[in-house]
């Protein structure tokens, strides 16, 4: 369980500061304050211009009147609207409704991963331990524990799934780490219920429609601000959610850079803050709302060249089925923390000390030093860092992998699809749905082999296998697979032909593989331009 001393439990008292430090630190960056405001005013009007009202009216006033503004005039009205987009953005912390929550949860993700066994022993699901089955939490936990008691942790998980905030959250408890505070999206607080958990329970909010500079630099102030005062932070830097479901192998790091910066400005102030980043994947045998994602991702790939049929999710009666189906499944997730590192990509021992790939002790601070030995703020330097450290999360990413049954078994039928239709483009794989079959005892020796080369690769340290796998061979893979699948989604993945198996939902099966490409295991479509496919 946290300590009491963790900062985040007195976060109320310091916002007020917080915020006035955010306002100071934005307007006192500004050498031309007209051409922020010109900035915020032009994007506002555009985004407000189709529904009209006071708020349009407002920045089409300012719009209006900047030229005949003074200076002075100009940095006051920076001010007032940095002000009012850092108390927007302000989050908050409720001991009781943390305490609370730590219980709600425990029902809450059993209905959601295990949803028979919790009905049946709802007494008892109430107790977080029930869960300890159904989330497997793995990695150094007592390291991370040290760290957060010598700098800021900065967690930075994968992202499948909308559940992935509440499993996550449920991980750092079980895991006796110190909560964290994390952005949410401005919509989500549109949900009285879960706005009120978000609010009280250190949730930010970013307002996704607001594209101008001076709101982007009151968030990017805010992260980096509470990073500097000891508060530990969660960002999912994939940015979104994987809609290919395949492992992030590039990384959106606006958020995760104030890390960098954080560091950067304390050391400067003669007052180091160490920041510790934890990379950790967070891994399911089945994800929710799989086909929703695949579709977007594919309607985003293909340009055009894939349409999306109506579903079964639309009739009634296939959504009882499918809640039917969901109430007799027992699913599972791993969270699993990688190797911390420092702001620099270096690994970090129980003692917070960094050291290089060689494993020699190196002081994070030799990283900000001018030629003088002094500590200096460089932009593009430190912009630098954050790429790099990018690649180090990514890496850690991919060793961390948790290989499921639903993975195996779905890069064993991918590939028969590949053969079948002779290596098309993806595309026209995908059409092959419902054309494809594959004897039942041939897939599971071919997920036997997979698993040999995953187990080869386990050996290295370049991947994980799920704990129930570890001596299960290609058939009990299958079997666990085809069990997940049929209780899951509102169309079948694999179907039952005597002593064939038909590739019924080729999505599906490769959203699922995809979670091996980036390993090499897997059909690789997801390679980011200028990388080699896996």
Not at 219 to 246: D, M, Q
Request: aromatic share 8%; charged share 25%; hydrophobic share 40%.
């Amino acid at each position: 369980m946290a300590s009491d001393s963790t900062p985040i439990f007195d976060f109320n008292k310091a916002r007020g500061a917080i915020v006035d430090e955010v306002v100071a630190r934005v307007c006192g960056g500004v050498k031309d304050p007209l051409l922020l405001l010109n900035d915020a005013a032009y994007h506002e009007t555009r985004r407000l211009g189709a529904s009209g009202g006071h708020a349009l009216a407002e920045w089409r006033s300012l719009a209006g009147g900047l030229g005949r503004m003074s200076e002075a005039e100009q940095r006051a009205k920076l001010e007032e609207l940095a002000r009012r987009y850092a108390w927007d953005v302000a989050g908050n912390f409720d001991r009781r409704v943390y305490k609370f929550a730590s219980r709600a949860a425990a029902p809450l993700i059993g209905v959601l991963l295990s949803p028979l066994a919790t009905i049946r022993n709802f007494h008892h699901s109430l107790d977080l331990t029930s869960l300890d089955g159904r989330i497997d939490v793995q990695g150094p936990r007592e390291l991370v524990r040290k760290l957060c008691d010598l700098g800021t942790v900065i967690h930075v998980p994968t992202h499948l799934s909308n559940l992935d905030s509440v499993v996550f959250g449920f991980a750092i408890e079980r895991a006796g780490l110190a909560p964290a505070t994390y952005g949410a999206g401005k919509n989500l607080f549109s949900n009285p219920l879960l706005s009120f958990f978000m609010h009280n329970l250190g949730a930010y909010r970013v307002d996704r429609r607001l594209k101008h500079q001076l709101y982007k630099d009151v968030l990017k102030a805010y992260s980096c601000i509470l990073i500097e005062r000891g508060y530990h932070s969660l960002f999912f830097p994939g940015g979104t959610r994987s809609r290919s479901g395949g492992v992030e192998r590039r990384l959106k790091l606006g958020l995760a850079g104030t890390g960098v910066e954080a560091f950067v400005r304390t050391a400067v102030r003669g007052r180091t803050q160490r920041v510790f980043f934890v990379p950790s994947t967070i891994n399911y045998l089945l994800t929710l709302e799989a086909e929703t994602l695949i579709d977007d991702f594919l309607q985003e790939e293909g340009k055009g060249r894939y349409i999306i049929e109506d579903d079964e999710s639309t009739q009634v009666s296939r959504i009882a089925a499918f809640m039917n189906k969901l109430m007799g499944l027992d699913a599972g997730c791993v969270i699993r923390f990688s190797q911390p590192v420092d702001c620099f990509g270096n690994a970090v021992d129980e003692n917070g000390v960094s050291h290089d790939p060689r494993g020699r002790a190196i002081d994070p601070m030799s990283y900000v030093m001018d030629r003088s030995d002094t500590p200096v703020r460089d932009g593009a330097r430190d912009a630098q860092y954050t790429r790099e450290l990018g690649e180090v999360i990514c890496e850690s990413y991919k060793r961390d992998t948790v290989v499921m049954s639903t993975h195996l078994a779905a890069a064993a039928a991918f590939e028969h699809l590949r053969r079948a239709a002779g290596h098309a483009d993806l595309f026209a794989l995908l059409r092959h749905s419902d054309d494809v079959s594959v004897p039942r005892a041939r897939l599971a020796s071919d997920v036997d082999a997979l698993l040999a080369r995953v187990r080869e690769l386990e050996a290295r340290g370049g991947i994980v296998l799920a704990q129930n796998l570890k001596r299960a061979d290609g058939a009990q893979t299958l079997d666990d697979a085809l069990r997940a699948f049929a209780g899951y989604h509102t169309h079948e993945v694999l179907a039952a032909r005597g002593n064939d198996l038909l590739l019924r939902d080729t999505r599906l099966l490769l959203y699922y593989q995809n979670r091996l490409a980036a390993h090499g295991l897997a059909f690789d479509s997801l390679a980011p331009r200028g990388q080699a496919a896996a």
